[in-house]
């Protein structure tokens, strides 16, 4: 049997067996949206893929059997028992010819105008009751000739018996077995490790040997139980082909499917999870998102559409990214649309950013398609794609550029997935770090760790070019402070945009390990990405770096994020300077003490007013002042700013880049006639202006630009 | 307050510091002997860490500091493995005594005059020659609002 089909009979019956529950569970609750949904989804994806297919009597029926439930959810028609009865007649009908496919690889002829009569009558726009007099009789003939044919419903118990000889290579089992399994495997660990123990206090033991051997394969057997859970991605991607494919015809575009990384293994629940989801993603991008051939080179791009498949581990989670070059989603539409339905008022929807906006796409039942096509457009979809990810613990999160494309990120939690880890100890203490999160490690002297740069009390390490925030491990996780000399290690992260450092005492060993979930007393703790259990059955917490340094208020140098520098008591303020560049190699300097933060604005989001240039900030307009001529706000570049705070004033101060933080005693060697300079002094070893800030200041509050 | 129990009416027994406690036999997995306890910087208090219970990961409670009874040195641990929902949790106490049959009418509703986490935590108790025995009910005590950092 076609695989696709196979899959789709499987997918169905699953689905269909909860539809009925539902569809009676309706007729008793009229009012609940989320059964109404859930019915909706289910006759929709029977829909959607039997257009693939090739099924039409089978599609006619959910069409139209979808048809009244559109009504039913959007309030234009009441779940009264009538209605209900005719949905579950469809159900019937759909059922019936699912078994006869499953028994005959084709689609049953026969005849359903009665049914779609029927559900038709919904439809109308005063739907009269009954329109059509349709007698009982009528009606049980109608039933009668869906009755299966006696093989069908052998074939129906047989199918699996069926896979199981066409795929020998393989078997089913139950995950339970599986968990079982793995806690066997858990357990010989232990005893093991006991052995080996025994065996190590004695060379001479004639035990030795054999315990070595078990000992090999204990973890041999332990990787593998562990791996029967695990499942490449790509299983998930297998029909995507043929779908892209059928879409590309029958729309007459032309589009290719570019899968990456589809070796990346992730645990079969998460892989099952992914299925659906994806198939809806891939699908709105080939349906909506990639023009036609014409469309596409009247934009200037090639004929040909791409939609690019790609996953990925990821700071401890793994990514996987549906990627189109199509046209892209409309922030304004999403946005009107968003107002007309009422999920947001106007006033709350102007002030969202585009990406904000965006989300909406991920509500029930919204969708910007205009027309209502049988492969998508009716605003399932994208909702189902988000509930079925949240489901598992991931997040999903969509960019587009119009007319550029689209791309949607989904996060699937490590949860079950084996990760590389490092281990580290801290206080004593032994953790793990996931090492996709980890970019280098850099070992520091006694000498490096008493020698940080502070901005109030983040610490701040010279890493090349930049300055990395950081953290100590036992600090942040308020372990007791012990006296320890020598050196230790800085673990540099990567948490999405954001870099930091976390000190260590020591790193132990890097470990494949397997991620377990925390008990939920331990989730709201938030700095643990789950834990494991090391080889000689230790518990080790997974630390989560990024929520680590948020939490221990490491302040990170991601662009949207703040290097917060809020005012000092130091001893001598005035002896920390900032150091920037202002353009033509000239170089400034302004006292850290006067400084509030340092930020990165995008030359996109200045504006301009009566010759000033502003930026919306933190709810308020910030005044721009560039340090220099030479400082331009190149269009789709980022500038540095260094925000300044009087009273309850504040401006920014554009340079062309943060240099440095240095500590110097400052001896104004020439007095400056040029205003806004204070004079000149030689800092770090370079002739460097020093600002006065009060002048920007006045220049800001004037508004004078220059 | 009123007292409930499984139909059978048993619990399973253990001390911690002078007072003997009673949680319902239906809870209990199993009861172990000293594991050693993975400490988890930052848990709310009553949490003594996680223990690996034959490759499960389990959250052991701190009954004493959960309860506000003080610890001797000379306490030695055991540990009563209960379910809540789907989570095990290891109750670490400082014996564990027999699985008792509550004659039926003799569970007398917790006094009032409790108080804390005993007042939460407690749903009855039982006279017995000896004293005191304290019903305690495992959703109750592991959900403690102090847990919550």
């Known amino acids: ?706 | 307050m009123t007292a409930t129990l499984a139909p059978a009416g048993e619990v399973v027994t253990f001390r911690v510091g002078e007072q003997w406690f009673g949680v319902d036999v239906m809870d209990v997995q199993e009861v172990i002997g000293h594991l050693r306890i993975a400490r988890v910087p930052l848990a709310g208090p009553g949490i003594a860490g996680f223990l690996n219970l034959r490759g499960q990961i389990v959250t052991a409670i701190d009954v004493h500091q959960r309860l506000e009874i003080s610890r001797h040195a000379s306490d030695s641990s055991m540990n009563v493995v209960v379910r809540d929902g789907d989570e095990l949790f290891a109750l670490v106490v400082d014996e564990v005594g027999d699985v008792f049959a509550v004659p039926p009418g003799t569970l007398d509703p917790a006094p009032a005059s409790l108080g804390g986490a005993w007042a939460r935590a407690c749903t009855g108790v039982v006279r017995m020659d000896q004293g005191l025995l304290a019903v305690v009910d495992v959703t109750r005590l592991l959900n403690e609002p102090n847990t919550r950092p």
């Open chain 1, 1 to 706: 049997m076609d695989d696709l089909l196979k899959d789709f009979l499987a997918e169905s019956t699953e689905n269909l067996a909860q539809l009925d529950q539902d569809v009676v569970e309706l007729e008793r609750d009229p009012s609940n949206a989320s059964l109404l949904n859930s019915i909706f989804r289910a006759i929709h994806t029977i829909k959607g893929t039997c257009g693939f297919l090739g099924l039409p009597r089978l599609e006619t029926v959910s069409h139209t059997a979808e048809s009244v439930l559109e009504r039913l959810r959007t309030g234009d028609l009441k779940a009264e028992p009538d209605v209900i009865s005719d949905i579950l007649r469809a159900v019937d009908v759909i059922k019936t010819i699912l078994a006869e496919l499953a028994a005959n690889q084709t689609e049953p002829a026969g005849d359903d105008s009665l049914l779609i009569a029927l559900l038709e009558q919904w439809l109308g726009a005063d739907a009269p009751r009954h329109a059509i007099a349709i007698g009982p009789e009528a009606i049980a003939n109608a039933t009668l000739e869906l009755a299966m044919s006696p093989d069908a419903f052998s074939a129906m118990r047989s199918t699996s018996a069926d896979q199981a000889t066409a795929a020998p290579s393989s078997i089913r089992v139950s995950v339970k077995l599986l968990d079982a399994l793995m806690n066997l495997a858990g357990e010989l660990v232990l005893s093991r490790n006991q052995l080996l123990e025994m065996s190590s206090r004695d060379e001479d033991s004639p035990f030795g040997p054999p315990v070595q051997q078990l000992s090999r394969i204990t973890a041999e057997l332990q990787g593998a139980v562990i791996k029967t859970r695990m499942q490449p991605v790509g299983s998930a991607w297998s029909k995507l082909p043929r779908i892209v494919r059928d879409i590309a015809r029958e729309t007459g575009k032309r589009i290719e499917l570019d899968m990456k990384g589809a070796a990346t293994e992730l645990d079969r629940q998460l892989v099952q999870a992914l299925q659906d989801p994806l198939t809806h993603m891939v699908r709105n991008s080939a349906d909506h998102g990639i023009e036609s051939p014409e469309a596409r080179r009247a934009a200037g791009k090639p004929a040909i559409g791409k939609i690019v498949l790609n996953a990925y581990h990821e700071a401890g989670h793994v990514i996987v990214e549906v990627t189109d070059d199509g046209k892209g989603i409309n922030a304004d539409r999403v946005r009107r649309i968003a107002i007309e339905r009422g999920l947001v008022s106007k006033e709350e929807a102007h002030a969202m950013s585009d990406c904000q906006v965006l989300r909406f796409i991920f509500e029930p039942g919204f969708s910007t398609a205009t027309e209502v096509t049988h492969i998508s457009g009716r605003g399932v979809g994208m909702d189902v794609v988000r509930s079925n990810i949240e489901r598992v613990g991931g997040a999903v999160d969509l960019q587009s550029v119009g007319g550029q494309g689209c791309t949607i990120r989904v996060r699937l939690p490590l949860t079950l997935a084996i990760v590389s880890s490092l281990i580290v100890s801290a206080r004593g203490e032994t953790f793990a770090f996931p090492q996709a999160s980890v970019l280098e490690l850099i070992r520091l002297s006694d000498d490096q760790l008493a020698r940080f740069d502070i901005l109030h009390n983040v610490r701040l390490f010279r890493l090349r070019d930049d300055l990395v925030p950081v953290v100590t491990l036992g600090d942040a996780l308020g372990l007791p402070a012990e006296e320890r000399g020598g050196v230790a290690t800085l673990v540099i992260c990567q948490a999405g945009a954001a870099r930091f450092g976390i000190i260590v005492d020591d790193v132990v060993d890097t470990q494949e390990i397997v991620v377990k979930p925390v008990g939920r007393l331990i989730r709201a703790v938030g700095c643990y990405a789950g834990c494991t259990i090391l080889g000689d059955g230790r518990v080790v917490m997974i630390v989560d770096p990024a929520a680590l340094a948020g939490r221990a208020g490491a302040r990170t140098n991601a662009a949207p994020e703040v290097v917060e520098t809020v005012q000092e008591p130091a001893k001598n303020p005035a002896d920390s300077l900032l150091v920037f560049g202002v353009g033509d190699d000239a170089v400034q300097a302004v006292p850290l003490s006067s400084v509030s933060r340092l930020e990165e604005i995008s030359s996109d989001s200045i504006e301009y007013a009566g010759g000033r240039a502003m930026v919306q900030y933190r709810g308020f307009l910030l005044p721009l002042v560039p340090a220099s001529p030479a400082v331009t706000f190149t269009s789709g570049r980022s500038n540095s700013v260094i925000v300044f705070n009087e009273g309850s004033a504040s401006f920014g101060i554009a340079v062309s880049e943060i240099r440095d933080i240095v500590d110097e005693i400052v001896n104004l060697e020439l007095a400056s006639t040029r205003p806004g300079v204070l004079g000149t002094a030689v800092i770090a070893g370079a002739a460097t202006e020093v600002l006065d800030v009060s002048y920007y200041m006045e220049r800001a509050r004037r508004g004078s630009v220059s």
